[in-house]
């Protein structure tokens, strides 16, 4: 079965930066693209960026341009994301999720609470 | 960027209820509309996807409609296991924007 688990809790200081893995099992990782999206406290859903897991070719919101890098490691069957010059309200569950096609999110990972606090 | 907005923003409701929840696009989307169900501390799930189609496991009290800018999701008997926060999503195009969600309670 499909799954995608990520790596866990992380606390950082403002202006640090943090990178979260994105573990995916039961498919072939290179034939679907993984999106990014976050939830801060009480807010919504928010869309960061996506990779195509099979040429590495990305795309991010403008909102996050500059300061996020996604990445992927087709050997481990991995993404990565990685937000820079953090601040407080960076504060969120940050989740992958597999896009069957047309940013339609069919598998997520079990997010990963990402607190800049100083 | 395509703003979505649903309403209501909280409804309370009883078992065995027909609701109905609606999102509004701020230009058209075609029928790139999702719906998310999320339970506290939990990742998303998605129900309806093309406006209108129910992904496979989804019961079928769960059915959307729409296209364009106006769009619903209604439960046609509301279980204990639907209270939860519903959002939609638009994936025309990127940024792809979700709704503010609306919030399901028990009455």
């Known amino acids: 079965q499909v799954q995608l688990v990520q790596s866990g809790t992380e606390v950082k200081k403002p202006g640090a930066s943090v990178k979260v893995s994105c573990k995916a099992s039961?498919?072939?990782?290179?034939?679907?693209?993984i999106h990014w999206v976050r939830q801060a406290p009480g807010q919504r859903l928010e869309w960061m960026g996506w990779i195509n897991a099979g040429n590495g070719n990305t795309k991010y919101s403008q909102k996050f341009q500059g300061r996020v890098t996604i990445t992927r490691d087709t050997s481990a069957s991995t993404g990565y994301m990685e937000l820079s010059s953090l601040r407080s309200e960076d504060t969120a569950v940050y989740y992958c999720a597999r896009d069957r096609n047309w940013a339609l999110y069919e598998f997520w990972g079990q997010g990963t609470l990402v607190t800049v606090s100083s | 960027d395509i703003q979505m907005t649903q309403s209501p923003s909280s409804l309370s409701a009883s078992v065995g209820d027909r609701v109905t929840i609606t999102c509004r696009a701020s230009q058209t989307i075609i029928t790139y509309l999702n719906w998310y169900q999320q339970k506290p501390g939990k990742a998303p799930k998605l129900l309806i996807f093309?406006?209108?189609s129910l992904q496979s496991g989804v019961p079928s009290s769960f059915s959307g409609s729409g296209s364009g800018t106006d769009f619903t999701l209604t439960i046609s008997s509301l279980q204990p296991a639907d209270f939860a926060t519903y959002y939609c999503q638009q994936s025309y195009s990127d940024p792809y924007t979700f709704g503010q969600g609306t919030r399901l309670e028990i009455k």
């Open positions: 039961g498919y072939t990782f290179t034939d679907y693209p």
């Open positions: 093309a406006a209108s």
